[in-house]
């Protein structure tokens, strides 16, 4: 899971939902930038990361009797957040493009281990970003469940639709695409390491 | 996937050594996979690697790229700012518009009838017998055309607010409703009419519904549907095939209507044919020799004389009333003074509660006697042991329904108690939603929005209004024995705070303004409260620069999963 936040939310929460609005700003402020950024990781454009940004709070406002103080309130949050993404995008059929495809019908080459380990190094963090603007919706919506929120792999197959078993695979062909959007993709195809 | 046997010299596959990296393998897989990567450097060369990307994909997405928006930040101050402007404007029209619908047409309505000796008749005579048939009928229903507009235009700007933040979706609004509203008249099934007089010709047939507002119409040709007339004269000499609903100061209607009359007019004549059944709210009421009622009369009325046909029933309520003519079925009134003359034919049973007995003429053909009831007539200060009884018990169905709203929606309640300490948007919000709503309501029922909106519409508002009297009273609770978010508790400071507003409402004289009060104040927090359930706001500010993740910033080393040692 991803750094909790500074206060223990309990309070706010519990003022939150008898519709303290300053236990609401409070929450917002606590937490709208995560989500944000979690939207903006998420969602093609930056307009639609602020919209969903604004309309998981307004769910959220919906939700919070729903919330069960005995689980961690971060990863609930990011609960929501992914399932109205996956939702939205899911709406716009975004995601049938080239993801359509059954996710275990297509065999994955293995890579190069030292090639890998040599784009990974020469690689920044703002060429992975967009790279990642690069990727099918669905293969962006998993690796930003996973290493984003650190959401479980039973959360993330809930949020996907998919099986759990699936997950994993979900995970291991985003990471391909992903390097192929790196540019890499026809030399780390090439090699095995069989 | 490739072999996976850790215990020879194949390579563990690369789905095996991610879920490894993951921690999603079990144990003993896990263990088979640390022994293989201690002998294999490939295997372990990729597992590293694995494990590196990990760590880059969640640098990458955590790392602060961009600013926090700014309209995501200032939003709520936005529209904090923006709401501030709008109660005032909104408390400003609510407060001129019920200062001129007092000073404009209540008060010379109530001078007009003291002189006339009905000092104590009440708002609803008033605005029944009087209000909407004089000459200031057209510019009273401007009025409530713009508050039923403006009123049904926030609504949907509250419907659809999250749609309209960019300008781009503004245009297409506004440009949708221009071409709506060019393209509404051609594609309508209703004809609207409108000047000073109009008249449809005898020779002209309207093959659908015919809408009318002016100051005379003249119906002499045929109309294939309903009639709307909003008018200060309407004469009906021709044929509807559907209904008449009329609001004029003067109708006749001399033709023949197969449908149904509804009527809320200062005066009506009936001398023709009607198929169906008349309603009537009106000061006077004719139907004469000629005239036909196929089906039933109801009517509410300061003066009633029938000297037609009525295929069945009446229903009346009325000031002084003269029957001579024929009643098909039972005769059912209430009034000051009733009399049968001769002539007249009643085929069903007769009743009359009034101040004085009916005078009956000797050869009048009733099918059995009349029965007679005195009306008991009461004032504040005679207020028999019933009265209070009955105070009592629907005090204790307020509770009830209480417990009730409480029950079925708590945190709703809570709020809603919470926000009636804002006195000044609760009293502000409950003029605008006491007299606007109605209004709104009523507009809709008579034109293109619908009755079923405005049905529904009035019925959530008495909803609100009977819901009013709880909401202060457990505000009132709460002052007195003190705040609690537990539900018995809640429900003891309501039934105390409902009590206590019974009371006081009971009083003579300032009991009347005291409910008023009452339901100016709760109607306005619970309006209040389901305003604030559907702003899409949340936060008072939140700084428009960057910002970490959750809390504390991510460690540049943090990594999800990561290696597990061997």
Redesign the interface.
Known sequence: M?????TDPTDLIVRA???D??A???????????I??FC??AMPT??DA??A???I??K??DKL?QYDEGRSF?AWLYKVAANHCWDLLRRRKLRQDKETEDVTEVP?E??D??Q??RL??E?T??E??KA?DKLGVRARMA??M???S?MS?DEIADALGVRRAFV??V??RA?HE?RQALGENTVLAAGG?? | M??TDPTTN??V???TL??YV?R?LDRERAQEVSLHTQTCT??L??L???D???R????????E??P??A??AQ??VAAQRSMQWIWGVVFGLAVLGVYALYTGYIEPWERQLDQAGFGSTNLLSLLVFQGAFWKGWQSMFTLFEFIALAALAGFALFAFR?YI??GSALAVMFASLGLALSLASPASATEFRKGDTVTVNKDEVIKSDFFFSGQHLRLEGTVDGDVYAFGQQVDVPGHITGDLICFAQSARVSGQVDGNIRSFTNNITINGTVGRNVTAFNEVFNQDTSGTIGHSLTVFTQTLTLDGKVGRDLLGFFQQATLSGTIGGSLKTKGDSLTIASGAVIDGKAEFEGQKPAIVASDAKLASPLQYKQAERRSHMDRGAGYYIWRVIWTGTFVLFGIVLFALMP?FS??TV??GEHYGASFGLGVLVLFGIPIAAFIACFTIIGLFVGLSTLFLWLVVLLAAEVVVGTIIGQWMLGRT?EFWPLVLRMAVGVALVRVITSIPFIGGWAGFVVVLWGMGAISL?LY??LQ???????PSMP????????PANTT?GGMQSA
């Open positions: 991803s750094a909790p936040g500074k939902r008898t519709g609005a300053d609401w700003g409070d929450l917002y402020r606590e937490y709208a930038p995560a944000f950024r903006r990781r930056r307009e602020e919209d940004t604004m309309e709070f307004m959220l406002r009797g971060t994955l293995t890579p281990a030292n890998l380990e990974i190094e690689r963090s703002e992975v970003r990642l690796l930003v996973r290493y984003y650190d792999y994993g695979v995970l291991l990471r992903l390491i069989r | 490739n072999q194949r390579h596959d690369e789905m991610l879920l993951e999603q490939k295997c060369t990729m590293r690697a694995l590196r990307e990990s880059l994909l969640t640098r990458a997405m955590f790392e790229d961009e926090f928006p309209r995501l939003f709520r999250k933040r960019r945190r809570q709020e919470e926000l978010l409260a604030r359930r899409p706001v949340i936060a008072p500010s939140v910002v970490g993740p959750i809390g504390t910033p991510l999800i």
